[in-house]
Structures are given as C-alpha cells and as structure tokens.
C-alpha cells in the first residue's frame, strides 16, 4: 500500500512516495488500538509551546487555531502537537502520552541481547540504518524477471541494493572473523568458538553467493 514520506520530513527535504506492506499496516492500526489508546488515555502532557490539533482528517487540522496540512510540519513542530484527547499526536508515544523517539536506545539493548543470546558477533543498529529496511524488503523484487522472455533485467536501483547487501555481509563475516581469531587465541581456547566460526561461514558463503557473475540485459550493451 502508498505510504507518502512528507518533504519536511525526508532526507533533503525531498517528499516521496513508497509502500507498506497491509500485514504490516495492520500491526500498526492494531498498536493504535490497544497499546497506544492506553498509553495516551487521560494524557496531561503538555510540550513547550504545545501546538494543539482541533478536527483533524487526512490532510490536515486546525493547529491552534490555523488550518495547516500535514506535509507542511516540521519534525520539531510534530514533537509539540497535542491530539484533540490528549497525549501526542505522533503516532509512537511513551506511557502518559508523551511522544517516543529514543529509538537509538531501543536498538542498542535488541542488538545486546542478540549478542547475549544468539549471535555475540553481532553489530550495533543505528536509527540511520534502519532507513534502508523497506530497500532491503524490496529486494527481491528489484532484480526483476520478464514474464515472456523470463531474461534478468539491469536496473540500476537494483544494483546499488545489491552493493549494499554485499557490503554488509562482507563486514559481517569480517567482524566473525575477528571474533574467530580472540576466542581461539585463548588458553585453552574459548569452547564457544564455533559460534563466530558458523557466522562467518553463513556469511562468506552469501558472499559468494553474491558474486557467482550473473548473465544480464544492460543498457547499451555495457
């Protein structure tokens, strides 16, 4: 389904369009249901110079007063509006209706616990990285198959998510090797060795997965 990136709030101030999976929009409206109606229920919070929304629809609202368009706000002026019964308009809030966006924390203590419990070599996730999540979705679809030709096709979008793929899997299996290499240098070696030695395998062979030359159509013949 469309899911339209407001301009103030994209990168470059650039508004676009891309998608969102209805499983995945079904989650949210069911997170708006139950978990934040009952973090936001009987809100008080107030921000510095709250901005305070009156009928709201799809477009827009009456913010203190003035009719203004969604697309329009800001990420600061987003931070100061108060819904019509209370707590944050934003659609993540904390309990007492104030507005979440300690998203980097979240992150750290998740890749923490990977690390504890699964996988130790696993990396930090920063918020910026998880820009690049609905690419990663779109994948497979990128490198696309003609139905009457059934030929691979060149796409240019589709090469610069393969690059990203690969440099990542390529710094995966660097980070296991390295791991590797700590725990056999003890004395006696770290029993758990064989934890980063199959991250590394799993990892090396997408990698080499990844480079196997695959035939395609590119324009102009190069």
Not at 27 to 50: K, M
Not at 87 to 96: D, E, P
Not at 177 to 199: C, K, N, S
Not at 208 to 219: E, I, Q, T
């Amino acid at each position: 389904m469309p899911l339209v990136l407001a301009p103030p709030t994209a990168k470059g101030r650039k508004g676009r369009s891309t998608w969102i999976d209805y499983d995945d929009l079904a989650r949210v409206h069911d997170y708006i249901g139950w978990e934040r109606a009952a973090a936001a229920e009987g809100s008080w919070w107030r921000p510095r110079d709250p901005l305070f929304v009156e009928a709201p629809t799809h477009d827009g609202a009456l913010i203190n007063g003035t009719r203004r368009r969604w697309h329009s706000l800001t990420p600061a002026e987003r931070l100061r509006l108060v819904a019509p019964g209370g707590g944050s308009a934003l659609l993540a809030v904390q309990a007492g209706g104030k507005p979440f966006v300690d998203w980097a924390t979240v992150l750290r203590r998740t890749a923490q616990r990977i690390r504890d419990r699964f996988v130790p070599s696993f990396p930090h996730v920063h918020p910026h990285a998880t820009r690049h999540t609905i690419e990663c979705r779109r994948a497979p679809s990128a490198w696309r198959l003609v139905a009457v030709t059934e030929k691979l096709i060149w796409d240019q979008w589709a090469q610069r998510v393969y690059l990203t793929w690969l440099a990542r899997d390529i710094r995966y299996a660097q980070v296991a090797l390295l791991e590797i290499r700590t725990r056999a240098g003890q004395t006696p070696p770290d029993p758990l060795v064989w934890i980063p030695l199959e991250t590394f395998l799993m990892f090396s062979a997408k990698v080499s997965k990844m480079l196997k030359p695959v035939g395609l159509d590119r324009p102009g013949g190069h």
